[in-house]
């Protein structure tokens, strides 16, 4: 508990820009000697992003009322029992301005089960899909048979919208971080997942125009960088490109993915698209000379699976998160076209995310056998 207080106390003389006057340097951006120098440290890194089947999202995991320390430890034993050793794990602001004592206890409590496990995961900051109003609270119970009917973003539109709002932003990020920054069981910082998603298509009322959110974002996202490296992590800084269309080289990359690859320490993107997509992307991301982790690929349905994509990701040393552990009260087993077409009636005839059922069965168990040989984990 002793240990626990003198690190809150510290988070909040962070966030209150009391802290030592070491604190008010920033640290830059870490030199690719670096970067590479850490990455050669980790063992070939795998995992899913996670979220336990009870939580319909980040906000579910996460507040007090149902945090499930018991279903994440059964999880994360599953995992390791294939040989992952990484997850990667959405935060969210309005658990930091709710409680920030309570949301930092229940970190260090799943850093304490992760570690048992030998589970170093990556935690996400902001995210900017799916749901534009996010609330503290009850969360409303799955829509049926709707892929991701409840992930909130953060910040949600009205407090990107405002200027206002940034402030409490910082206060979060620095206090987060601030407050883990020397742990060694965090593996690295993820700041902001798909900054400037558009997510017009499932909430046409509730987002914000798509050119204003990604002004905003664009304007923010730097921030948030320099935000944590002000508190000095020694885990690295990333935020993953996505949708990049690697045929034009890189010509036609968006200001945010610019922000992106210019501030990252190490490169990080997202692919959900044929093996001969995720070889090319791959290829292309080396050129900056800096470590290369997937932080989400795996839908089967459009061609993104374990047994074509982790082989690949092998042979190159590059770490490989698929989206989805345990179905569960995200949905993320059906397909993103379950916004348009939902399965009610019908299951797909394969499943989009997830590697395990509910029970934590393989939904194929060819793919955990998979994912067991080529992490050294077979037949323990």
Excluded at 87 to 93: K, S
Excluded at 240 to 258: I, K, M, P, R
Aim: proline share 7%; glycine share 6%; with cysteine.
């Amino acid at each position: 508990m002793r240990r626990f207080q003198s690190v809150f106390i510290r988070a909040l003389l962070i966030a209150a820009g009391l802290s030592t006057s070491a604190m008010g340097d920033q640290t830059a951006r870490w030199s690719e000697q670096k970067a590479n120098a850490w990455y050669a440290q980790q063992p070939w890194l795998v995992g899913s992003n996670y979220v336990p089947k009870s939580a319909i999202n980040q906000l579910e995991m996460w507040q007090e009322a149902t945090f499930d320390s018991v279903e994440i430890d059964k999880e994360l034993s599953w995992a390791e029992s294939m040989g992952m050793n990484t997850m990667r794990v959405f935060l969210h602001d309005l658990l930091w301005q709710q409680d920030p004592a309570g949301f930092q206890r229940r970190i260090d409590q799943f850093l304490t089960i992760a570690s048992r496990y030998h589970i170093r995961p990556m935690l996400v900051l902001f995210d900017s899909c799916w749901d534009p109003l996010p609330h503290l609270g009850p969360q409303h119970p799955p829509t049926p048979g709707i892929h991701n009917s409840g992930w909130v973003q953060s910040p949600g539109a009205k407090a990107l919208a405002d200027p206002n709002q940034y402030p409490r932003l910082k206060s979060y990020v620095q206090g987060v971080v601030g407050a883990f920054a020397k742990d060694e069981r965090i593996l690295a910082w993820d700041v902001w997942n798909e900054p400037g998603a558009d997510n017009a298509g499932s909430y046409p009322k509730e987002e914000l125009a798509e050119k204003d959110k990604i002004a905003k974002v664009g304007a923010l996202l730097p921030q948030v960088f320099e935000w944590a490296r002000e508190v000095k992590p020694v885990q690295p800084l990333t935020s993953g490109v996505w949708a990049v269309d690697t045929s034009q080289d890189g010509a036609n990359l968006g200001e945010l993915q610019q922000i992106q690859l210019r501030e990252s320490d190490i490169i990080t993107f997202h692919n959900y698209s044929w093996p001969e997509c995720f070889s090319r992307e791959v290829a292309w991301l080396k050129r900056y000379n800096r470590p290369v982790i997937c932080t989400e690929f795996m839908a089967r349905s459009v061609g993104s699976t374990f047994d074509t994509i982790l082989p690949i990701a092998k042979s190159e040393r590059v770490g490989a998160i698929n989206w989805g552990f345990v179905a569960g009260k995200t949905q993320t087993h059906l397909p993103w076209e379950s916004w348009q077409h939902p399965y009610v009636l019908d299951q797909p005839p394969v499943w989009f995310h997830e590697v395990l059922r509910p029970d934590g069965t393989p939904y194929r168990q060819a793919e955990v056998n998979l994912i067991r040989q080529l992490t050294g984990k077979s037949g323990n």
